[in-house]
């Protein structure tokens, strides 16, 4: 459907703020929660679990208790995990709204509401039909020693493997809080932005290359604009990651510790690389394409040569056969015994006098 | 008119600072002014009233009043209401001037007039003639338990949604302050630039459609130019928005409470938001451009090709042929029998060369 | 004369700093010096006085002292001013130097010269005979109670209009002090700007009108190249007033009290509104730039389909008739009966043809 | 030479910093030295001196020391100099260094070198045979009380005014300590620059003059580019000072006296008066092309109108005439009294017939 | 390989952090490592030593320990390093990923890992067959006392010339530490950039130099192309070394001890040198292309002034010739005697006039 490309979020106007309303793809399958708890010794899954067993970590017990839900298209769901978590009603519109920019939202009033961090993000999936990525609404709340991660769950789980490396051994993950497992699920998402980078990337190689061998078709300013939209639009949603990282390694907020901020920087840091690779592939757009118009230009130029030393040469004779083609009773040169050959050797002489010019004036 | 388009403030040179004048459209019916008042548990709407009842509410008293005024063409009603609640003179003359761009503006020094905020913002109507969009200037005037609204009474009361929902329920607007009611009715207003956002997202998408499809007519560029006009447009009036809210959550004035700031930082996301989509929308702009100036001069070269290849066939042919057209006596071809047959054969030959040659340069 | 146009000051080189030089137009006719002195409940003018009479107030008597100097040309006259109120040689250098643009400077050191506040900014003229913007140099020094106000005197005396108010009743000018005369002056300054942008909306809409409805001529480039010039002059002019009203209002003089602020809000915020809506126009230029290359481009366009079309059917029939045009004494077809025929149905044909597949490719 | 357009310091690589290499055009003649020694009452010149006599004035005698050194060609000269005043070696490498841009630097830390104010700026003389402008470098070493400066003695002593200055008269510069000294030299360039900025300004008015009145010539774009290379030079040159005396008023050194602020702050004034005026001219460009570009497509625009009109006109007529140019022997029309002035009547329809169509579409 | 030219860090998406991945060119030869320990009065080389004797210095001794490692893709070898210096693990990861743009990390909690400063540059080497640059990835560790040096080992050893000076004498290097050391190596790598900035000027002068005199091929804007995004290139790979720089003159860190700023300032005005000198140049190429696409344009025009002039003036011509070649019974001109003769010369008139015409217009 067309009208998919240019979309805002379409809440109707006067509605109550605070009102819980989906507005991305309609979904069918049932919001999946997985409970994670584990600390450097013990590990535990409960998948089964819908949101019963959801319930803060008893403090006592050094754990931490990772909630991951799959889908977020169930505003009753995610109403009661905002309840017993007590989250902000303003957080839990940001968790269900697909349209939502990448941000981060420290909640410190405790009287209000738990105190907690909350961040949102893009997963950006290559579209494999359309030249277009596809984005795909991604939540973290990051509270004392549990973190709730939202997913929109098109395909699979995108943070298996982080799940993946927790339940395998007791390394770093399993060592560190809740501010460790945020990053490690962050880190996940933007090293796939470097896939989608890399694929821009190719995309751009292709065409510049097509368009400096001269064989770019037709539709080569169709790709470049394509290509330089999904460019625009990966600079969109990756670029507010900046600020997002900027507020944690601030240290605006108690829920993250020292130990984890290197991993923070280093994360900043794969960020700016992202961007910065992008906008260097935006600016070289503008010269490809002046490229290719000068190429499509000498193209013309060297069609209307072509017309030009035709007519340049060819009319003139043809009007000279025309005289001697006209029927007048007195025209001396016709009964001469070497006319004809006169007449086609001023024409040879003249078709070579004017291919010599054209020579010299570098159109041939 | 064509004239009204690129229009300012045109109020007579030398006139003295803080004379009320209206220079927007005329218009004919009367000021209305609804006086509403509540609290937690008391609701009460008195629409009869012109401007005797709007007076300050009792500081004992716990109820928000909220005077609505629709209408600011009559410079004597705003200049009563002015008077009664003690407001600045230049306050007044912004209240009038349809022309103001969106601002703030704290008045805290009591000695001179009443200590309020003055926001001031546009509502949004797309022209359903033109391919424009329509300010209609509002007001706010908050003090310390009131709010004045002031609307140019276009079409109906734009705020009815926020008063419906004071009426009917008991929920967050009738439990907060005048503070929230500023924000409830802002909310209002930005929620419907997400429509006339939405509606330059179709048009878009539409012309980009037929721009890509090479369907795009002879005013495309025309369209695209009124699409950006409207685009630079809705950024001037949104724009300033940003100031207005950062002034609030800067927390500058003591009118504004600490529960309604998560409000206001939600509302300063979708006013972020809207900026960030007319931005993306109109860096697209250029681009389209380029493609739909690409096809034109695809197809000129096109059409010259045509020209060249059938010129440069002909041409020499029609030469052939005007040769053997001519009239002298002494022509030996003339008289030989085949002579005609092997002109014909040549003028083949030639014909194709030429379009051998024009195959393999890939002009035919 | 045309070298008018960029013009910088010549003050030649290797001068000692400080030295009166008068770059502008030459001007006959003599300075003119108004002494006019008020307060709430006296007015005094006295228009005959050169400068003997131009002395600083006596403090005891609460008088508002303005100066209104018309004519800035003769040397004399300014130095002996300068000398008579202790004023700094720069400040009087950059009074006389029309093309210094507008700044604010604050003299505060009392041991060096009397601490006054010196403003210079443009009166912008309409240039009538040709698509220009003519300013005029005008200069404010505030003193303790004293203003004096220094103009070029092209036209009349262009603060008539506050002199008038100041005769006239006992209004704000009247009541307040001499940095509200000051704030007066620059208000009647910047309402004129408003006159000035008004025309250049008017000139913006006409010729946007003829390049959409497609009627524009050859020199519309040229209008819009002198549109855009008197923005960017525009522009560079009221530009700084900005940095000027910003260093009233951030209150760094004791010259400047605080109930003249919210006035120089006021203004500044009308400064800004001006900047901005030329910006908006300026923005514009670009747009209506492609829209009139773009409908140049088409008519190309159109021309030469026109000579594709006509070419291409004519010039093969032409060549068919040049065939059976020749003398070949041999050409069995000439000798049939309905050879003639047949030739004229062919060509129909052929032209038939033709005309089909240029209608189909829409060229026709 | 061509190469000597874009030039950097070419210092081989892996040089020990600090060496004096100088990387200038290669010059003939001696370093010359002249010490000039005053104060209000007394002054002295020694032009005769080499080296030996410039030492540091004894600091009883308020005395003002002016190093003038004119050459920077030969290391152990400036070598010298530096061991006399005890300057740091990157000072000197900097002042041999003829493509250093201009900057300040302050050193402060007595104990490795004398605290000095290090400033560099180039001085602008138009080159007299191409449409270029020569940069001459030149630096100042402000102490105590002294002042070297530094050139590259390309024409004649470029301060020979400020000498004069101060041998004419015990003025201010004879008043004031060696800030002022410094202040009064850069003025001089910088007051030089504005000779440089008006050439330009007539520059541009003339090729603006051309172009508006369709007089221009194929190499308009070529000085087009000239002009804007010289304003971007310009502007790269004269841009640093903005920082320099940025530095010198921010009172960051107690080697400027205040009363010499003032004349700093009219300097800075100067200089942004210069970089504005550059820029405004540089704004102005494009839009001149914008115009040249669209005559040169109006006019073959007008060229193909012409080739579009002749052969829409006559190539129909000429295949007429080629219809009965034809042998058939069956061929009734040519055998009418009358056919001959049918046809000719026809042709003259044919071609008022398109004349007419010409005139309506504008063409003719 | 066309697919090198746009490539990013590659390591495998859901790889725990901190992992050692090498992702640059894969590389035969042996990691090498050089020991090379001095101070004032020693100096000591190890070139056989691997890894073994690659430790601390001990603290009495007050030497400068320099450990200088060629090649980086093994990751056991950088690894073991690690250990021993007790580094971070996200900084091994950077010196391995030769993708990494320059940065500088601040190691300074001890109790992690030891305080260093980690700083890494591209040396760029120009690429000999294709118009690229070639990064190669260096990465500095500087520590109390010592200074690890890491190479990519594409050719020789790049710090060859200050262990040369090391040798050598027992100048600056040798008297001061290791953060002069790493002063000197990062001096020798920003020496080398004014190299490939020089020979980016040549380039471009030389193609402004071909354009300007009309002398340009068609893949003068492939060039031009090549020749930008090789400075932007350049540009991406210089610009964060003022960010570097500004941390080590900001004294963030006390491995860099004052003595040593004033060469770091030194630095960085070399720095933005390049970087201006880098701009000055791009801001260039637009005007060029104009320049370029302008004498384009200019030699089309020239042939279609060909093309017009020779049709419009034998056109005519032709048809009249045409009519006269008509086989009509009765056409009387024909059989006048001088018939022939008036229809030339009318020919000739007709020819003249549009020759007369066609210079007054400026076509020949």
New interface residues.
């Given amino acids: 459907m067309?009208?998919r490309?240019?979309?805002?979020?379409?809440?109707p106007?006067?509605?109550?703020?605070?009102t819980l309303t989906y507005v991305g793809q309609e979904i069918k399958h049932e919001t999946k929660v997985k409970r994670i708890e584990y600390n450097e010794v013990d590990y535990n899954v409960d998948e089964s679990s819908r949101l019963s067993a959801c319930q803060l970590p008893h403090n006592e017990a050094p754990h931490v208790l990772w909630i991951d839900v799959d889908g977020i298209h169930e505003a009753p769901v995610v109403a009661k995990l905002g309840q017993q978590f007590r989250l902000?009603p303003?957080l839990l519109?940001d968790v269900m709204n697909t349209?939502?920019?990448p941000?981060i939202?420290l909640?410190d009033?405790h009287r209000?509401s738990a105190p907690v961090v909350y961040v949102t993000m893009k997963m950006l999936h290559p579209n494999p039909r359309r030249q277009e990525i596809d984005p795909e609404h991604v939540s973290f709340v990051l509270g004392a020693n549990y973190l709730i991660s939202f997913q929109e769950e098109r395909t699979n789980d995108i943070f298996k493997?982080?799940l993946d490396?927790i339940q395998a051994s007791s390394?770093?993950?399993r060592r560190n809080g809740a501010d460790y497992l945020l990053y490690?699920l962050m880190?996940?998402i933007v090293?796939?932005y470097?896939?989608v980078?890399?694929r821009l990337?190719?995309k751009?190689?292709d065409v510049?290359?097509r368009i400096?061998r001269d064989v770019a078709g037709?539709d080569t300013?169709?790709i470049?604009?394509a290509l330089?939209?999904e460019m625009?639009?990966m600079r969109?949603h990756v670029q507010p990651l900046r600020d997002i990282l900027g507020t944690l390694l601030r240290e605006e907020t108690p829920l993250v510790h020292?130990?984890t901020l290197?991993?923070l920087?280093?994360l900043l840091?794969h960020v700016?690389?992202?961007i910065?690779?992008i906008d260097?592939?935006r600016?070289?757009i503008p010269?490809?394409?002046?490229?290719y118009?000068?190429?499509?230009?000498?193209?013309?130029?060297s069609?209307?040569?072509?017309?030009?030393i035709?007519?340049?040469i060819?009319?003139?004779?043809?009007?000279i056969?025309?005289?001697?083609?006209?029927?007048?009773?007195?025209?001396p040169?016709?009964?001469?015994?070497?006319?004809?050959f006169w007449?086609?050797g001023i024409m040879v002489a003249i078709a070579a006098g004017e291919i010599i010019y054209f020579k010299r004036r570098g159109?041939m």
């Fill in positions: 067309a009208r490309r240019y979309k805002v979020s379409k809440k106007v006067g509605t109550s703020p605070g902000h303003l519109e349209e939502q920019k941000k939202d909640y009033d209000v493997p982080v490396r390394g770093k993950t490690a880190d996940l090293d796939s470097f896939v980078v890399e990337g190719e751009l190689d510049e290359d400096i037709r300013l169709a470049l604009y330089k939209r625009t639009f969109r020292p130990p290197p991993f920087r280093d840091d700016n690389q992202i910065e690779t260097s592939y600016e070289l010269g490809l394409l002046d490229v118009l000068s190429t499509t230009s000498n193209r013309m130029n069609v209307m040569k072509t017309l030009t035709v007519s340049a060819f009319i003139p004779l043809t009007f056969a025309g005289i001697y083609g006209m029927n007048f009773d007195n025209m040169e016709l009964h001469t015994r070497t006319g004809y007449v086609m159109w």
